[in-house]
Structure formats: C-alpha cells, structure tokens
C-alpha cells in the first residue's frame, strides 16, 4: 500500500501548482479530527515548498494548522 504522504503530494503537485480544490481537500483531511501533529504542518511545509506556485489559501492552511498545535 502506498504511504499517505506520497500519494497527496501526487495529488497536490501533479501539476506544480496547488489549487484552491486541492488545498481544500487537504483541509477537510487534516483537520477532520480537529488536531493537528507537528509531521502534518511539516508535510504542508514540503507541499508549499515543492510546489511552482500556490494559492493563497495554503498559506493560510498552514498558517490555521500552526496556530491548533501551539
């Protein structure tokens, strides 16, 4: 079986760019539980810097994502 990371960063940055959809989704799959770990905020990171372009939307994921962990 594929490991999670993996497969949404496929999903994130097939294209390069991460899109106001994909970002969306990732919101609703991070923050379903309502918590947030340190590797899910690092993994937002990776996305955010492997990417050729983002939306504004995933800076303010990680941005609401880093605030749940403080």
Known sequence: MAEWRKVAKVMALG??????????????????????S??????????????KSSVKLLDELIADCEKLIK
């Open 38 to 51: 340190k590797s899910e905020i690092d993994f937002l990171q990776e996305i955010k810097a492997e990417s």
């Open 15 to 36: 294209d390069g760019h991460v899109s106001q959809k994909e970002v969306e989704i990732l919101r609703e799959v991070i923050l379903k539980d309502e918590k947030i």
